[in-house]
Each structure stands twice: as structure tokens, then as C-alpha cells.
């Protein structure tokens, strides 16, 4: 626990340099079994090259204050080793490196498995068997594997851009190797905002000029102060929560960190200007999620949230519901698996903020034990889109590249995300949320319930005792870093 346990607190550091400093000591490193042991080098390797480009910021920041204060023969060496340093920087991040970066740190594949498997896309379902032809869900007739292509390109992409407004008062204007929790979520949020405006069935027009709406909602996550949802503002939204530029966040504090946003931006506009226009509800276990707890997703909650939405107009709004969780130590505890993969089977889906280790990605489909994801990974212009621009290229903000990982494999520290359009959706997400949580054999991912009164939070260990791992205290950190929800006692609260 030892790794967690300096992992959380790097988190913590806002300075490149405290996060150089904690991720250099050594770790003992747990005795691996034979099925941990891919797991345990990739996580290796994760931590290798995140503190690649911790130095690099690190020895940057340290050689301009050499450059400022010292002689001019010493700021000459600073700036010749510094220019070394870029260099370095620049391979390390370049395509070639990337490649091997991903086949390191694997198992994540390109393309379509083999398996013939439905394949459960952000509540959609796409027959893949041979026998069946078209797809299921609002696509139409059709075959179900291009139809299944044409979904997963229409979902929008955010990656790494470069040569951004300096985010503050830094020097900063790009987000590589730091950024993809923030890409990541900005992707689940741009999925709401579609599935809002433009309805679930929508897909990328082959033909221009695009529809308004798609244009309006690319241009809010425009890498700009101006716009709504960019990285400027997340960024200064999220300070409280641990947000800065240059340094690595985990999914609790990114949700904590939209909660704010969309407070701040509902404060600046009337009802009918949101950008968001939406309640967030992030739905958090016992203390807050500070302990980890058993998330409960609260009705009561649920309503007051689209009531202060609505500023008293109404009881009920578009919610838009964030679940942070932990479901293992080193790895997902396999007994989540099946629930993870039954939320994709939910119409209310957003998918999942989750990935490797340190490597954000987001998760939009599963087919079997595999997660088919967008991959944030990639270094781009910015790309600030008109208002106006119908005829504008989106290409930067779509993908074709199909790829997957095994769900055993995905970093614990997740984030869940869904989508209801009214209180009739929502009612239909609390009924499968708690079916889910019934067939879970007493290892839910999160439960239902009307009022407060009625829930006891759930310890985090319970399900560890089964698994036979061996628990530390996890009271520290900006993201929660217990394990998994235990085995609650039937007869102490109620499910509907």
C-alpha cells in the first residue's frame, strides 16, 4: 500500500517538483502472483514514464531559475541542458515513442476482437453473430458491425492540443502528458450534451454544413478561458479539488471538479443561457467519498439537485450523474466485473472515466470481458471551432481507430457516468441500478435509495477479506484510494 499510499499523496502536489520527488523513492513492490505479474509491469512502466515527464517539467522549471539568477556562463550551460531536456521530451512524447509506450504498458489492442458477441455501446446493442445481420437500439436495420463503426466515430474525441492560450498565469499551452483525466471527462460531458440535444440516435452527417447544435457543443470545449467547458476553466474550477496545470488528477476530484464548473456557469447565466443545461448530482459514499464508502444514489438528493437547477421552477431537470469509485487496489477486484459491464446495457449510459494506470481513457463499450475506448493520448493543434462554421473540419474531434483492453486490467480508480432526460428516465435508471444491485452477490457498485434515513454507508473491506488482500488506512488523498464496496447488511437499509 506503500505505492498508494505516495501516489495519492503526489496527487496532492500541485509543483511538478513534489511530484518528481515523492514518484522517485523507491517502492516496495508487493510479491506478485503469476496472473498479477503483466499487471504489475504494466504499472511499472506506467510509473517510469510518468516520472520521465516528471523530470523533464521538474528540470525545466529548476533551469530557468538558474538561467534568471545566475552568471551568463551558467545561464548559457542551463539553457544548453534544458534544450537537451526538450529534446528528449519531444521523442519521448513523439509518435514513435507513443507506440512503444502502448505496446509496453499493453494489453491494449486496435481494431475488432474476433468474438461474434453483442457488443453493448453506451446503452446501444449491436449484433455481431453471423446469423444476425442488423443492430439493435435506434440505429435501424443494417449491418450490425458497421452500424456499431458508425457509433463509435460519431462519438466526440478530445486529446491533447498544443499552442493554447497559457492557462494563467503560466507559461503553459499544451497539456501533454498530464491532461487526459481532463480530456477524458470532457468527452463523457460532450456525449450528455449530445445525447441531450441532438437525441442518442444521432451520427456525424457525412455531408455538410453540420447540424448547429454539434457545432455549439464542439465550440464549448474550445481550449480557450472563453469558452464553457475548456481545460482553462476546468482547470480553475478544480482548484479546490487539487486541479493544476501540469500535474495528474484522479476521478473523484474530476467530478467534484464539473459539480463546480456547472455551479459556477449556472450562477453566470438565466435559465435559459445554461451551457450545461443540466443538474450534476456527483454520487459520493460515506464522508464524502474521502473514505471510500458505498455510493447511494439518494432520490431526496437526486430531486433537490434539479430543484436548485431550475431555481424552484421545477422538481425535476436533465441530471447528469457522476460515480466515482475504487473496486480494487492494484487491480479491479473481478467480482465488479459483471456489474461494469451490465451498465453499459443502460440507455442512461455515459460510459466510463477509467484506463491504465496514470493513463486516462474513456470507456464507451464493452463486448464480453473487453472495454472498447476513445484514447486522449495524442497530440493535436487547438482547434477553437466558430459559432458560425457549419462547413468547419470536426475531424480532430472523431476517431475510426477502434480500440480495446480486457476490463481486469483498467486502472480500479474509476469513474461512472449517466444520463437521464427526465423523471421518467431517471425512475427507469433507479429500477435497473437496482436490479443490478440485487444480482450483485454482495458486491455492488453502487445502490439505490429514496432518503437518507433508510442508508447505512458501507465500509470499504468487506469484499477485500475475500479477496485476501490486506488493507491500509485510506484517509489520505484529494481521490479516494480504499477498495471496493462490502457486503451490506440486507435487513439495515432498503433498495428499491
Not at 471527462?185 to 441532438?198: I, K, T
Amino acid at each position: 500500500m506503500k505505492g498508494f499510499h505516495e501516489r495519492n499523496v503526489a496527487l496532492k502536489c500541485s509543483s511538478s517538483s513534489c511530484k518528481s520527488a515523492i514518484e522517485s523513492e523507491p517502492e516496495p513492490e508487493p510479491e506478485p502472483s503469476p496472473s498479477d505479474s503483466k499487471l504489475s509491469k504494466s504499472s511499472l512502466w506506467s510509473n517510469f514514464f510518468a516520472s520521465a515527464f516528471s523530470i523533464f517539467d521538474t528540470y525545466s522549471d529548476s533551469s530557468s531559475s538558474v538561467a534568471a539568477a545566475g552568471s551568463g556562463k551558467k545561464a548559457l550551460h542551463s539553457s544548453r541542458n534544458y534544450g537537451w531536456t526538450s529534446a528528449v521530451k519531444r521523442v519521448v512524447s513523439g509518435g514513435s515513442m507513443r507506440r512503444i509506450h502502448e505496446r509496453v504498458l499493453g494489453p491494449s489492442k486496435v481494431g475488432l476482437t474476433s468474438s461474434t458477441s453483442d457488443i453493448w455501446l453506451l446503452g446501444v446493442c449491436y449484433k455481431i453473430s453471423p446469423e444476425t445481420s442488423s443492430s439493435s437500439g435506434d440505429v435501424g436495420a443494417g449491418n450490425g458491425l458497421a452500424a456499431f463503426k458508425q457509433d463509435f466515430s460519431s462519438r466526440i474525441l478530445m486529446t491533447y492540443r498544443k499552442g493554447f492560450d497559457a492557462i494563467e498565469d503560466t507559461k503553459i499551452t499544451s497539456d501533454l502528458g498530464w491532461g487526459c483525466m481532463l480530456r477524458s471527462s470532457q468527452m463523457l460531458v460532450a456525449q450528455a450534451l449530445l445525447f441531450h440535444r441532438l437525441g442518442r440516435s444521432w451520427r456525424k452527417p457525412l455531408q455538410k454544413p453540420f447540424d448547429q447544435a454539434y457545432i455549439e457543443i464542439l465550440h464549448q470545449f474550445g481550449d480557450s478561458k472563453d469558452t464553457a467547458f475548456s481545460i482553462h476553466n476546468l482547470l480553475q474550477a478544480g482548484k479546490i479539488y487539487g486541479l493544476a496545470a501540469g500535474s495528474w488528477v484522479g476521478p473523484y476530484a474530476m467530478c467534484r471538479s464539473w459539480e463546480s464548473l456547472a455551479r459556477c456557469k449556472r450562477e453566470e447565466n438565466d435559465l435559459e443561457h445554461q451551457s450545461l443545461p443540466m443538474a450534476v448530482y456527483v454520487v459520493s459514499g460515506d464522508e464524502d467519498g474521502e473514505r471510500g464508502g458505498a455510493p447511494v444514489v439518494c432520490i431526496e438528493d437526486a430531486s433537490r439537485h434539479c430543484f436548485e437547477f431550475s431555481r424552484g421552477q421545477a422538481d425535476w431537470t436533465p441530471i447528469l450523474l457522476l460515480v466515482p469509485l475504487v473496486l480494487g487496489l492494484y487491480k479491479v477486484n473481478p467480482r465488479y466485473i459483471p456489474s461494469l459491464q451490465a451498465t453499459f446495457m443502460f440507455p442512461q449510459c455515459l460510459g466510463i472515466l477509467g484506463g491504465k494506470p496514470g493513463a486516462s481513457t474513456y470507456i464507451v463499450g464493452v463486448q464480453e470481458e473487453n472495454a472498447f475506448y476513445l484514447d486522449p493520448h495524442e497530440v493535436q493543434p487547438v482547434a477553437n471551432l466558430s459559432l458560425d462554421n457549419l462547413e468547419a473540419d470536426t475531424s480532430s474531434y472523431h476517431c475510426d481507430i477502434i480500440r480495446h483492453i480486457p476490463l481486469e486490467s483498467i486502472d480500479p480508480s474509476l469513474a461512472i457516468g449517466f444520463f437521464c432526460r427526465d423523471k421518467d428516465d431517471f425512475d427507469d435508471f433507479c429500477l435497473r441500478a437496482s436490479k443490478l444491485a440485487d444480482g450483485s452477490n454482495g458486491a455492488p457498485l453502487f445502490t439505490v435509495a429514496k432518503t437518507h434515513c433508510f442508508v447505512k454507508p458501507v465500509r470499504h473491506g468487506d469484499t477485500l477479506a475475500d479477496s485476501g488482500e490486506v488493507r491500509e488506512d485510506d484517509s489520505f488523498g484529494v481521490v479516494p484510494m480504499g477498495d471496493a464496496v462490502g457486503n451490506p447488511n440486507e435487513d439495515d437499509w432498503q433498495l428499491l
